[in-house]
């Protein structure tokens, strides 16, 4: 199965790198083991929002940037209102990215 490493940037995806560096810096971890964590984590993140999510919202504000480059498309939201069936959410600045599943499966 072919992944994005998209959610490495994410907040826990962030938190997870910088754990595995400063462990592979103490010796606790090897290079090449972090980086198969790193792969497993993309697979995980992938195959969690496919199955276990079923939520939907909608989203509505100011674009004031995008972008289609690679088959990604990149959006910048200001003043963003995320809408679900149970609350809402008023955002100043969001950036979305998002890429064809399709390309997955390739």
């Known amino acids: 199965m072919a992944t994005f490493e998209l959610y490495r940037r994410s907040t826990i995806g962030m938190c997870l790198t910088d754990t595995l560096d400063e462990m592979v810096q103490n010796g606790t971890l090897t290079p090449e083991l972090a ?55 008023n955002v100043g600045r969001v950036k979305i990215v998002a890429c064809d599943s399709k390309l997955l499966t390739q």
């Not at 195959?47 to 990604?72: M, P």
């Not at 939201?77 to 959410?89: G, I, N, R, T, Y």
Request: charged share 25%.
């Open 35 to 89: 980086i198969q964590v790193l792969v497993q984590f993309d697979k995980s993140m992938t195959e969690a929002l496919e199955t276990q999510v079923k939520s939907k919202v909608s989203i509505k504000g100011h674009l004031h940037t995008y972008r289609f480059c690679d088959n990604v498309w990149t959006f910048i939201l200001q003043d963003a209102l995320f809408k679900s069936e149970e609350c809402q959410e």
